[in-house]
């Protein structure tokens, strides 16, 4: 694998990592559930993404690759679901 290729492998994975920071900034801070849902949907995974596509760039093999992007669109559903789900029991209980 070349430099470049390494240097923006590693640059991916920092930029997963602070999407990651941001959105337990985002968990951490904001005042209500829907923002907080908002934040870690959101920017977890995007840095989820972004770490992913470091490493499947840094391995090198397609076939990781492809089982790392369905990793991610897994926790894509998975998430968007769950944040749904937990924003209408809290929605009933009012």
């Known amino acids: 694998m070349s430099a470049v290729a390494d240097v923006v492998a590693v640059l991916l994975m920092a930029a997963g990592c602070a999407f ?6 985002g968990l951490l801070r904001f ?3 829907r923002s907080r849902l ?3 949907t959101k920017a ?3 840095g989820l ?3 992913l596509a ?3 760039m840094h391995v090198g093999s397609p076939a990781v690759a492809a089982k790392l992007a369905v ?3 897994l926790a894509l559903v998975a998430a968007s679901t769950s944040s749904q789900l937990l924003a209408r029991s809290v929605e009933q209980r009012r």
Request: hydrophobic share 50%; glycine share 16%; charged share 10%.
């Open 44 to 46: 977890d995974n995007l």
């Open 31 to 33: 005042p209500d559930l």
């Open 71 to 73: 990793t991610w669109l």
């Open 38 to 40: 908002h934040a870690l």
């Open 54 to 56: 470091g490493v499947g």
């Open 20 to 25: 990651y920071l941001a959105g337990s900034l």
């Open 49 to 51: 993404g972004l770490v």
